[in-house]
């Protein structure tokens, strides 16, 4: 299949390649299909011992879902709504086996990895980020939601810094996505051919791959040159974002002349309001929440933005005609009540 790339060699090394380098690898229906059906082969094969996931191209590791196919959903066609539910169930099944897969998958995050990237990666056992990563979930800049797990990964960020990511879109570098626990190692884009290079000549066979793995990555691995900002901004975010409306959250950042406050509140105020109400609501309730069940209510939530508009319009302002000028049906806040946040989480 030309838009993913398999293949594996006798030292017990597997390889997954998204190769779809003109869209930053954003996935389909069927490249996730794919790599659930060869991860599931994989997991029976003891030839395999180890599995290495990472992008083709310069630009990034994955960018996320193919929106733009999902677009095709607007016209809230039968088929085409079931093409939807059905891109978002095998994704969410995808993440979950990576997050819960019994052998090492090293993840590759070098470039951009966002929203479906980052579901995908998240969970795997090894993860590495460079010099070049841009980690993110964007959701919240189409319309949509912060899907594939992000209320029981982005709850495990120190404090409210989930919340803060979530809502704001945020886009991380290398240093911020290691606080978050979102990575393992930093390693410099210029050692990856390297390192591979040598995973890829190591006999793993009948041996202790884990301690192996783990000493290998150690070895490349260095502290990120350039600091991040999300602990420097803990105490900030934490104040702020500690409240259980979003109606809160921006009267608190109104009241704090800082820099950071000032262009978070202009941030927050430029998205959905549906979007970051039932956002937040996901946060909420994720936070005790297994990954399973995370995956099972953003099936839920997947299915009602795709009836709902904001949506469609987000995702027509950012990728079709690119004027950055929604007009969402709910202009104010206010204008969304906790009833219409509560019908999300019901079944469509």
Known sequence: MGNILFSMNENGVATITLNQPKSINALTHDMLAAIREKLLAWEQDDMICIIILKGAGSKGFCAGGDIKALYQAREQQPDALQAAEQFFTVEYQTDKLVAQYSKPIIACLDGIVMGGGVG??????????????KWAMPEMNIGFFPDVGAAYFLNKAPGYIGRYLALTATILGAADVLYIN???HFIPSARLPELFSQIEATNWHHRNKEEALRELLQSKAIYPKTDGELAVLQR???KHFSYYTIEEIVESLAADPSEFAVKTRATLLSKSPVSLKVTLEQLIRGEEKTLEAC???DLLLARNFMRHNDFFEGVRSVLIDKDQNPQYEYKQLASVSKELVNEFFEKS
């Open 295 to 297: 995956l099972q209510t």
């Open 182 to 184: 979102g990575a393992d």
């Open 236 to 238: 900030t975010i934490d």
């Open 120 to 133: 995908l990666s998240y969970g795997a056992s090894h993860r590495i980020v460079t010099e070049r990563t």
